[in-house]
């Protein structure tokens, strides 16, 4: 089925991570996030492409290429981010006549539940959330079980088909009334494509899709197909959220050069033209990319992505991370559950907190307010091309933006 990927977001959300790269492009599991999302479309039916490009389009177009996975993609462009109806508007004219399929493209989708959702027209993708006030709340016609808490309970409903009718979509509510949400992932009828010039401003100020989905909600059957696993990447946690997921899929493969004195345990893919040096334990899953050198003496655990050119020296410890392109960490120093941006140099002995006294979830600022993490374990975000003088301690929870420094010895508390 011709397919509709968004991919012109801003992704303001995602703070210093995206000041240089578009979210579809951040790195998850060694492939732009977006290239994840183009995956679990083909497996569930995809036969065109339609990318809708806007922030950053020269580089989403750069990653995904004309094809994926012998798949045709075509592109066409939003201008102005003013919302995704508008985004799809964009598509429009290389929509044919026939129904069509749309997905965030800053969204995994588990593909099973994807493809019930190229089978089902017209359909949205639904999730059970834990904190909905962040999406839009799927109203169903008998009722989402208030206490809707898990996937199992979701495929309950309507005598085990789990496929609810839709009658409503509240976006952010204060108040759900229930944690079922829209996963961003929808089959269009063709009739739609016209359906989205009356779509109207919503009172956030944006065309939204949504609105269409409820257009059509009144006037016919809208099946919400339940996910047994989604993740929205709209927050810096949430990337970390998206590597542990996709690492976790990786099979152990060498193709660098790893001494006999280094130990690989569990899933470890090392690119080809990476090196592990003697005295290396990783324990995966993790990725160590093409020209990356690891060690000696360095212990890499957790879900750990090391991008491509990175160094990672002597006594280094990187737990649940994702290192950018040619970032360097080079001695000493300590790294947990954190995201660091390309080009980043930490000075010796540089240590990132990862955990409150409390054991509270680690807060983190989005958007000039401090939001939950939900982690108890969550460290710093890096931007790119920032560097820390030696000794550098990092409270959990704080974001370096691009560039900035810190000097020798500083504690670093808030974010810069
Ligand atoms: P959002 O995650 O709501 O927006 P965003 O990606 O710009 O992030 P932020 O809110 O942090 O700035 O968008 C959902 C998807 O729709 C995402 O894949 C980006 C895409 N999108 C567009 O293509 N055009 C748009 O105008 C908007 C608002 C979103």
């Avoid at 989905?213 to 949430?238: K, M, N, Q, T, Y």
């Avoid at 130990?263 to 090196?275: I, K, N, Q």
């Avoid at 790294?335 to 941006?341: E, K, Q, R, T």
């Amino acid at each position: 089925m011709q397919t509709v990927v968004l991919a012109a977001g801003e992704g303001s959300r995602m703070g210093a991570l995206t000041e240089e790269t578009p979210k579809p492009c951040l790195p998850v599991a060694g492939r732009p996030l977006v290239a994840h999302t183009l995956d679990a479309a083909v497996a569930a039916g995809a036969s065109r492409f339609v990318v809708v490009v806007g922030c950053g389009a020269e580089q989403v177009r750069t990653a995904l290429g004309d094809r994926h996975a012998g798949v045709p993609i075509e592109y066409c462009r939003q201008d102005e981010q003013r919302g995704t109806a508008d985004a799809v508007l964009a598509a429009r004219s290389q929509l044919v006549d026939a129904p069509f399929v749309v997905l965030n493209g800053d969204a995994l989708y588990d593909t099973p539940s994807l493809s019930r959702v190229y089978d089902a027209v017209p359909s949205v993708g639904s999730y059970v959330a834990e904190d909905p006030t962040q999406y839009g709340v799927l109203t169903l016609e008998d009722g989402a079980p208030a206490d809707a808490g898990n996937y199992e309970q979701a495929l309950s409903w309507d005598g085990g088909s789990g496929a609810g009718r839709v009658v409503g979509v509240t976006e952010k509510p204060a108040d759900p009334e229930s944690n079922l949400v829209n996963a961003g992932a929808y089959t269009f009828p063709s009739r739609a494509r016209d359906a989205l010039d009356g779509i109207d401003e919503s009172e956030r100020g944006e065309f939204e899709l949504t609105d269409l989905l409820e257009d059509l909600c009144r006037s016919g059957h809208v099946e919400a197909v339940p996910f047994a696993r989604w993740i929205d990447v709209g927050r810096p946690w949430e990337l970390l959220a998206a590597n542990e997921w996709k690492l976790d899929e990786l099979t152990t493969r060498v193709d660098g050069d790893v001494a006999a004195g280094a130990t690989l345990d569990g899933p470890v893919v090392v690119e080809s033209g990476a090196t592990v040096h003697d005295g290396v334990t990783i324990e995966g899953p993790a990725l160590i990319g093409a020209g990356a050198s690891v060690g000696p003496n360095a212990f890499i655990r957790g879900a750990t992505l090391v991008g491509p050119d990175a160094h990672i020296g002597h006594a280094v410890e990187i737990k649940n991370s994702v290192i950018g392109e040619g970032t360097n960490v080079a001695h000493l120093s300590y790294v947990g559950d954190s995201l660091l941006a390309d080009d980043v140099n930490l000075g010796a002995g540089t240590v990132v907190a990862n955990l409150r006294h409390d054991d509270a979830p680690v807060k983190l600022t989005v958007k000039g307010q401090r939001r939950s993490t939900g982690r108890r374990k969550f460290g710093a975000v890096i931007g790119r091309g920032v560097k820390t003088g030696i000794n550098t301690s990092i409270d959990a929870g704080v974001t370096l933006s691009p560039s900035s420094q810190t000097g020798l010895g500083e504690a670093v508390t808030r974010d810069r």
